[in-house]
C-alpha cells in the first residue's frame, strides 16, 4: 500500500490519501481562507480543478479560484462546486460520504471552456474516496 502527504501551505491543510482511489482513502475538506462565508471549503479537488484551469490558462487569480460549498443542510448528501459568481457542479456522497459522483455541469462546460473538455471524466479519479468534513 502507498502512503502519501500532500501539504497545501496556503490553505494550512493536510490531505492523506492512502493507495489509490478505492475505499477509505480521505479528502480533507479545510475553510477557504480568506474564511468570509463559513460554508466555503477548499479540498484536493478544488486544487485538482484549479490545476486544470492554469493548465490551459497558465493562471487562476486567488480570488477566481474554485471551491466548495457545503450545502449539506439544503441537499442532504450533495456539495457544491463554485467559482465567484456561480456554481459549476456538484459532489454527490452517500451516508458515509464516500463519494459517488463528481462533475462539472454540462451547461458551466459550454459555456466556460476554463476546464479541459474531459474534465467530467478525470474527476471519476475522486469516486469512492471519503470525505472529511471541517467539523468531523
Known sequence: MVFMIFVSLKYETVISIFGGGSIGDEIILTKRKPNIIAEECVCEITEYLNNNVRY????????????????????GNTIVIRMPGSTIGCIKFDDRNVIKECYIY???????????????????????????????
Do not use: A, Q
Open 106 to 136: 454540462d451547461d458551466e462546460m459550454s459555456k466556460n471552456n476554463c476546464f479541459s473538455k474531459d474534465i467530467n471524466e478525470r474527476l471519476k479519479r475522486f469516486v469512492r474516496r471519503t470525505l472529511i468534513f471541517p467539523e468531523e
Open 56 to 75: 490551459n490558462f497558465g493562471d487562476v487569480h486567488p480570488y477566481s479560484s474554485c471551491y466548495i460549498y457545503d450545502s449539506r443542510s439544503i441537499w
